[in-house]
């Protein structure tokens, strides 16, 4: 759904999205807190056969949140209140799977709307659509102004084409450019859709952005490494005051474990090994990446032996790396 232009709202329209947008920031509205406890955990294990009146008014006492009929719904398919439905849940699960339980025993679902829970039928909810507001602006580019209508192409077309085609023929996807939002009007099914595909795109980047952190990391390990000749990991606060025991007094802030050691390097010719942890190198704390590299920066500023501190078999000793 290609833009062309901005889209200016008139006054009426920019007050409903403002209170939509502020909804979708987790205000405390009542469409929000219905929202909030679907997702709770509850356990219904009733061993007998309830009617349908029985079961909701029970997950209404339960849960608190309102739960009313569309009764011209029921008569589609000629259920009634009396109609049976299955409740026994012996484990804990959120509100909304319960609810979906048995609802769809019957062929029925629910929506939300005007701030109360509807138990209507499949078609009838189909065709009820809702207008909700997505921030989307830790999607955009980071050189974008978000203020075109091209800015927020990528994450339109990637809703859209992930969404089934013909749910779009009654819905709509509306770029509201001050608090960089999506308002889309679809149906809650739909929009139940859009909310995992944001949340699983919002994980693939966090989970990106920690990819490139380690790729940070490893190449300040690889630079440490061409120095010293070994490959290390911090060892952790507690381990280290757990290992050294008193030692810990006059060596607090910790250590490195050597993990792989280059045959040829001046360490291992020093007789260090892989598992030692080294505390002092030439007097300077080494207990993480920014602490080698500052001493790899100044190695060969150090005089031609140079003192390293470590820890073995329950004791501190000094080893000369020539």
């Known amino acids: 759904m290609p833009l062309d232009k901005k889209i200016i709202f008139p006054l009426v329209a920019m007050l409903v999205l403002t209170i939509t947008f502020t909804a979708s920031l987790r205000a405390e509205t009542p469409e929000q807190e219905i929202l909030d406890k679907l997702g709770e955990m509850f356990e219904f294990d009733v061993k007998e056969p309830v009617t349908l009146l029985e079961a909701v008014s029970l997950l209404q006492k339960e849960s608190g949140i309102p739960l009313v009929f569309d009764t011209r719904a029921l008569d589609e398919p000629g259920i009634t209140f009396g109609t049976t439905v299955n409740l026994r849940l012996p484990v804990r699960m959120p509100l909304k799977e319960i609810l979906n339980y048995v609802t769809k025993q019957l062929d029925l679902t629910y929506v939300i709307r005007n701030e109360v829970v509807h138990i209507t039928s499949q078609s009838r909810a189909a065709g009820a659509t809702l207008l909700r507001a997505y921030y989307?602006?830790?999607?955009?580019?980071?050189?974008?102004?978000?203020?075109?209508?091209?800015?927020?192409?990528?994450?339109?077309?990637?809703?859209?084409?992930?969404?089934?085609?013909?749910?779009?023929?009654?819905?709509?996807?509306?770029?509201?450019?001050?608090?960089?939002?999506?308002?889309?009007?679809?149906?809650?099914?739909?929009?139940?859709?859009?909310?995992?595909?944001?949340?699983?795109?919002?994980?693939?980047?966090?989970?990106?952005?920690?990819?490139?952190?380690?790729?940070?990391?490893?190449?300040?390990?690889?630079?440490?490494?061409?120095?010293?000749?070994?490959?290390?990991?911090?060892?952790?606060?507690?381990?280290?005051?757990?290992?050294?025991?008193?030692?810990?007094?006059?060596?607090?802030?910790?250590?490195?474990?050597?993990?792989?050691?280059?045959?040829?390097?001046?360490?291992?010719?020093?007789?260090?090994?892989?598992?030692?942890?080294?505390?002092?190198?030439?007097?300077?704390?080494?207990?993480?990446?920014a602490d080698l590299k500052k001493i790899a920066s100044e190695w060969k500023t150090f005089s031609p032996q140079v003192e390293i501190l470590l820890f073995r078999d329950e004791y501190f000793s000094t080893q000369v790396v020539r």
């Open 136 to 289: 989307v602006g830790d999607f955009l580019k980071a050189d974008c102004s978000g203020e075109d209508a091209e800015d927020f192409q990528p994450i339109m077309d990637y809703i859209q084409t992930m969404i089934p085609a013909q749910s779009w023929e009654e819905g709509s996807i509306i770029v509201y450019y001050p608090n960089r939002i999506l308002v889309i009007r679809q149906t809650e099914s739909v929009h139940e859709e859009i909310t995992r595909l944001l949340f699983k795109l919002r994980s693939y980047q966090e989970q990106t952005e920690e990819v490139e952190e380690i790729a940070e990391k490893t190449e300040s390990d690889k630079s440490v490494y061409e120095i010293f000749g070994f490959e290390f990991t911090p060892v952790p606060k507690d381990q280290w005051e757990r290992v050294v025991g008193r030692g810990v007094e006059a060596f607090p802030e910790g250590a490195v474990r050597i993990t792989a050691l280059d045959k040829d390097s001046p360490f291992q010719r020093a007789g260090i090994q892989e598992g030692d942890m080294i505390a002092r190198i030439h007097g300077f704390v080494t207990t993480s990446v």
